[in-house]
């Protein structure tokens, strides 16, 4: 449904030309410090019309706290945020009412439920993930208490990929409009998604997440492996097409002799020597840094001319209107981080009971 | 938990070298003919032993259904399926109760839970996996009476790969040992696979699955999309480090005008021109083939010493010893079709609630 | 956690003195038609300050759906819906920031929690009933389609107790300020009420529910069973205490022989001659009525000095302050019914993968 | 479906006359010492056969783990038990394969599902409450380690009742074979079954259960309440038609000046002076002794003709036959206190995530 989580359990609700988008945040532990500013600053990372490589929309994405903290504190009660949703041209719209754009969601929710709201995608827009960001934003600050630290950053656009997170200086992510820590390739990826822009359609991209100081012991077998459960959550987000960990893909190539990390002590610490497995090792982290990618299609709202059909099976061009970003990646930055915090958080509160 | 699936749930439990392993199937629907020759005939495709490129290792994985099948149907309450374990070596394995295997379980399972059967891996065995084909046996059945049809095959072994699945017989995957439908492509893997054998190593490998005439509109907004518990699912298997569906990492190079998949008018019926969708969109499946790649890791046994630490922080020395596969993804191919199927029969379930 | 369903599943929150409650409905079917006079009737009913015999308190609790409904039908995506709080007097529960009213959830909380939102109750306060209601309404429009008809009323105040329901029209239930559709025992338990107010005390009583034309099959075995998903649902309504379904206490002094409901056919359809049953055979229902008794302390708000300790452990006194309700029953009665169709309407759905 | 809990969670299967009965227990955590010889003894209070006053079937009841269980403690992974079935008379039950039980799950079961294992009531049999008492003792273990001790007995057969159980020395409800911890009421409880039984008759009865050292703050608000954790699992077991906890029914005849309990300080610990909160407030533990009802109505076997239908609906005549309890409170005892038992070790494991 529309819910994910165990112990730290978030429910959103909202459609993109409703009255408001929002969350429940069912689970936070009492006692946790909520950073009204710091839940603003990760929504204003997302938030559209930020640069000139994002969509022009303007929302302020003003958030709103109803329930579940008292006197700056969470009270264990969920917390419910709302923000309400503002600047909508729902006439940009009218003409999907009836026709199907390709590689939307507009055909299979009509297949599926018959009623749709079809201002905007309605249920099915991207701006669903605001209400992520901000329960991300919640998780992030009760797993700051713990050590743990998640950055993520575009480390392709297109063809145009940044080195290895190893070699990159990920405190300069937010240094430049792209969100890629490596300043040359910024530059590089920037001028691609500007001209793809000007020529009025998308690109595709990976955002890369790296998660330091994880406690070691996180994650459950057997289906809820912390890769698993990580992998779900960022191909819940949308236009996600690809997800993989530590060697990932490029890792079928190498040997086992390879491929093994070995262990050894670090000053009382168990640790090993190199990281394929991405900090985690049977689906529970090792206390290693974790790592993957997330790949993003190119967005499918482009600015020319499509073909298509209506609901009654005839033939219809769909022509690109509204606002829309050339390409994903810099404002899912927050998503993906959003996301693997709630994954990591919810870990914490369910390793509490792994032993008596 | 140990648990998978929403309205069509199976547990499973066991380890490798304790007395049975065996799951729970709750929810399926009452009335379904129970195939015990299928579900035979699908854990032989998993079982050790039945070629030259899988470990030697014998285990018959003869299954008794315990309840909820009554005169050869379904009842609608539990089914509870039991494997007993045979041809246990547990001596093989006194060797790593107090050493941790690289990128093995043991270290992890040793700090989560403190108490630990290190017995083949225990709980953390792929034998686990055994019960999934099990299980997931019976979900084909429902999925047979509405038509569905999973075919998995071995795509890659290192860095020799296979054709794109359209250009392929998937009716031939089972010609040969290594389960890839291209022979000439087969036999080199295979090769491969020996090679790597002999040098006491092991090596990784992608099992791609197409699933055919999928019913429109399953999969739930928003966390739980379609393509998202595929990805969870298959990333819960052993050994498996990234998913991707449809266009996948490569899509992420193209522009949207090429991505976008355009629908047309077959007959009545919807269809896209192309399916870099690969059969889902917003998360819900839009009836063309749902198709994607799963990447599995070099297994983790080798032949070889490795470097390791003990309990105690110590260093030691890790032999190879018992008898493993040295590529995995032959076996795989069934498991990776039992959790689509126990993906879809869910959904199809799920689906029924959709519309008053 | 704050959220009870399966498939049509609800999440709520808030505080009795923060700026709102509401609730979340996940799994509502798409294209029911979204009757708001209805809804709003039926927090009416539930109000407080609507007859002499509550609480004086006045909040208008006007809502407002957020989300999920579009053109005055459901989506198939989650409706939230708000009420806003009003006529707060916080200032009413200054005394209770440090000290812990009797028989209410003040010391529990403290001591689970630490962090605790004192006004007026905060999350424990009934006031967390009116989203329930909102959603059980929403329940109700959807069990309407299949002819299932809640009729809840007062049965007993005190010692002061109706008949059976079989010999009461239940028609009459809003006839009277009490909600017990016998008018001269309606008289009786309202003349008790108002003693019991003027004495500056409360009394406990019964709300009795009477559920029509459920279709055969609903409930689930062997735990989600229809009755005691009913138990779970009353007993978790503030003041509860006891739950009884058919012959309930009283049935433990028959002999089977007179307990046993025979069956017979009625035209073509299976009918029980009695109904000790109460509707509910092996936890699924049988078609006839279902009926169960709800029974409900006397507030423990009461405008008295009670002897209680503060958070230090020092003896203090509480005084009653604010408005409450002498006798919780009669606006109970809608709350009764909101969670007897949010259980009904669960199995509805849940019942729809019984079969192949 | 067939699960119970959120942490420690528990999944039965099994038919009364399949070929065997049993339980996953996922959740446990890691570290607790089994003790079977403990599990043995809970399941041999449960078990038929004990004493002149059950029923005269002979059933062993041992059980084997399956898994989870490594050198005498859990390792954290799910714990299967499965408990063969034996004396078997399957022909005892050929006259109902086509005609419905009056009062029994014949009809319901088969108008849900179609197809039905009739044999012994198959899943709607008590049987299957084996599966939950084998559970129930692991809980109980870890219960001990908390120091919470559960007591149930038997405290009305018909009309006779023993005394409230504040009067009675729970330690003496094992003397004697009906179950109730007063001497003089239990030899009239169990002339009163022996009378019944002889009369080919049966007849209900009251187990009522007293939970001592519950940690404070257990119990999650607001629809998982303590108490309706509580009456859910009470209300799943077989015949059971009514919960009341603390002072039930009988309170709500009270003032609230005189129910409600308030608080003083005993050496440090804060208590109440009375119990009529049943040690729960706000459906949280407030440490207070827990203690409630649980009303079993008359068993549905009888040694009598009834008139009842079959399949197609014609009138058809049920002859009591087998082996049954002339009153099923004695061996109920076990299953209330295994039920109380998986709701306080869910709860308790739950309550660790409440604070930072």
Chains 1, 2, 3, 4 share one sequence.
Do not use: W
Not at 108 to 127: F, P
Not at 168 to 192: F, G, Q, S, Y
């Amino acid at each position: 449904m529309n819910s994910y989580g165990n112990l730290f359990r978030i429910s959103t609700f909202g459609e993109s030309h409703g009255p408001a988008i929002g969350v429940i945040i069912d689970g936070c532990p009492a006692g946790l410090a909520i950073d009204e500013h710091f839940i603003q600053s990760e929504l204003d990372r997302r938030k559209p019309g930020q640069s000139k490589i994002t969509t022009q929309r303007k929302e302020d994405d003003t958030f709103k706290i109803l329930s579940g903290v008292f006197e700056g504190k969470s009270t264990g009660t969920p917390i419910a945020i709302v923000i309400e949703n503002q600047d909508q041209r729902s006439k940009d719209y009218s003409h999907i009412q009836n026709t199907f754009r390709p590689s939307h969601a507009d055909y299979t929710y009509e297949a599926k439920y018959g009623n749709r709201d079809y201002r905007g995608g309605g249920r099915s827009s991207a701006r669903e993930t605001a209400a992520r960001v901000a329960a991300g934003a919640i998780a992030k600050l009760l797993l700051k208490q713990f050590g743990v630290d998640i950055s993520a950053f575009v480390s392709q656009v297109g063809e145009i990929k940044a080195g290895h997170y190893t070699q990159l200086d990920l405190t300069k992510t937010e240094d430049n409009i792209v969100r890629c820590p490596d300043p040359a390739t910024a530059e590089k990826m920037i001028a691609l998604i500007d001209e793809v822009r000007l020529s009025r359609d998308t690109i595709g991209g990976v955002v890369t997440c790296v998660i330091k100081n994880t406690p070691v012991g996180l994650g459950e077998p057997v289906f809820d492996k912390l890769h698993a459960e990580l992998g779900k959550a960022m191909l819940s987000i949308n236009a996600v097409k690809g997800f993989e960990y530590g060697s990932g893909f490029e890792g079928i190539k190498l040997r086992g002799s390879q491929h093994n990390d070995e262990f050894y002590n670090e000053g009382g610490k168990i640790r090993t020597k190199t990281n394929h497995s991405g900090g985690v090792q049977g689906g529970i982290s090792n206390g290693e840094n974790i790592y993957f990618n997330v790949a993003f299609k190119p967005v499918a709202t482009i600015m020319q001319d499509q073909q298509s059909v209506d609901k009654d099976g005839n033939e219809a061009t769909v022509s690109g209107k509204g606002r829309h970003d050339p390409c994903v990646v810099p404002r899912a930055v927050p998503i993906v981080e959003a996301m693997a915090a709630l994954v990591l958080a919810d870990f914490l509160l369910r390793a509490k009971a792994n032993k008596v």
